[in-house]
């Protein structure tokens, strides 16, 4: 019988890359007209292969904007069938939750998941309209809810309310003012540039993302440049180096079969990769802290649109 490996974090499940912001450092490419649904179909076969295989008291959905996906219910149930136990965290920028208020119910009033609802605009209007649709989502539960505040201090913790239902989160509410560092320099010209150059375990070391576990498409990888390169190599161009570097690298194939899979969770993602190199962390100022604020820049989408890509 086999040995489910327990993740020691959360299990990050990508189910999407298309947003309708443009955050300019957003942790993926999302900010930059990155498209792509992903349907349950094509690879649940993998995700059953995984819940035989691992263990986690935490699901986090990951990607672009999660309520831009037409069948993010079907994600929903399915994660919570194959981790029955797991409690589920789902993130939205919150816009479309009048439009799909009942899927929005759905979730929060499931019992053991939340929404994590990010306001993205340093204004303090649009944060209170926001604020506003999310007490029509929790109507059904208003009088019955504990309301917890928190305020924002710099670079430690974002404006926060909390929304509890018999002593558990069924919505945490989030004015985000500064991001953490992206793992590339910038996208210039349709092309994504990386810093280029670091020291691969210090880079290793400095990252926010290396220990997660991030899936896509039912494939894990080591951090947001990994996961989101298999999809992006189609829609932007990278330098030659980076495309190269990125190429090599292997992520974990549930279908490889167990011992492939508990040598990757439990001693490759441990280690850096080459791709640390590229990001070059440990060449940049403060990367643990998120000190950088945001811009919503419509003029980032223009930069993906309309660019020929090199086949690989």
């Given at each position: ?6 993740i ?10 298309i ?5 300019s ?16 179909s094509?690879s649940?076969?993998r ?11 935490e ?17 929903f149930l399915?994660m ?6 797991a ?18 119910r ?6 053991n998941?939340?929404?994590?609802v ?7 209007e ?15 539960w ?28 069924i919505?945490?509410y989030?004015?985000?003012?500064h ?7 910038r ?6 540039h990386?810093?280029?150059g670091?020291?691969q ?10 220990s997660e ?36 690298y ?6 490889d ?6 040598k ?5 993602l441990?280690?850096?990769?080459e791709?640390c190199?590229?990001?070059?962390f440990?060449?940049?100022?403060d ?25 690989i």
């Amino acid at each position: 019988m086999i040995q489910k490996i327990k993740i020691d974090t959360y299990l990050s499940v990508v189910v999407n890359n298309i947003c309708n912001l443009t955050c300019s450092h957003c942790g993926g490419l999302a900010c930059y007209d990155f498209t792509g649904n992903f349907d349950w179909s094509e690879s649940a076969d993998r995700w059953e292969r995984w819940a035989e295989y691992i263990d986690t008291d935490e699901i986090a959905f990951a990607g672009g904007e999660m309520f831009l996906h037409p069948k993010l219910d079907e994600w929903f149930l399915n994660m919570r069938r194959l981790w029955p136990g797991a409690h589920i965290e789902i993130p939205t920028n919150g816009s479309k939750l009048i439009q799909r208020l009942d899927l929005a119910r759905l979730i929060v009033g499931e019992g053991n998941a939340h929404l994590r609802v990010s306001c993205h605009h340093d204004d303090e209007e649009k944060y209170q309209q926001l604020k506003q649709d999310i007490l029509i989502v929790l109507e059904p539960w208003i009088d019955s809810l504990e309301i917890l505040e928190f305020d924002y201090i710099p670079l430690q913790r974002n404006r926060t309310i909390e929304y509890k239902l018999n002593g558990k989160r069924i919505l945490r509410y989030e004015q985000f003012i500064h991001f953490f560092q992206p793992y590339h320099q910038r996208v210039e010209d349709g092309t994504v540039h990386f810093h280029m150059g670091g020291d691969q375990e210090k880079s290793f070391e400095l990252c926010v993302w290396h220990s997660e576990y991030n899936i896509q498409k039912g494939i894990m990888y080591h951090c947001p440049a990994t996961t989101n390169y298999p999809e992006a190599k189609h829609q932007v161009k990278y330098t030659d180096e980076a495309r190269d570097v990125l190429e090599r690298y292997k992520p974990c194939d549930p279908l490889d079969g167990y011992d492939a899979v508990k040598k990757f969770m439990l001693e490759d993602l441990k280690k850096s990769i080459e791709v640390c190199k590229l990001c070059a962390f440990d060449k940049q100022k403060d990367t643990t802290l998120p000190n950088i604020k945001f811009s919503l820049d419509p003029n980032f989408k223009k930069k993906f649109r309309n660019i020929p890509i090199k086949k690989i």
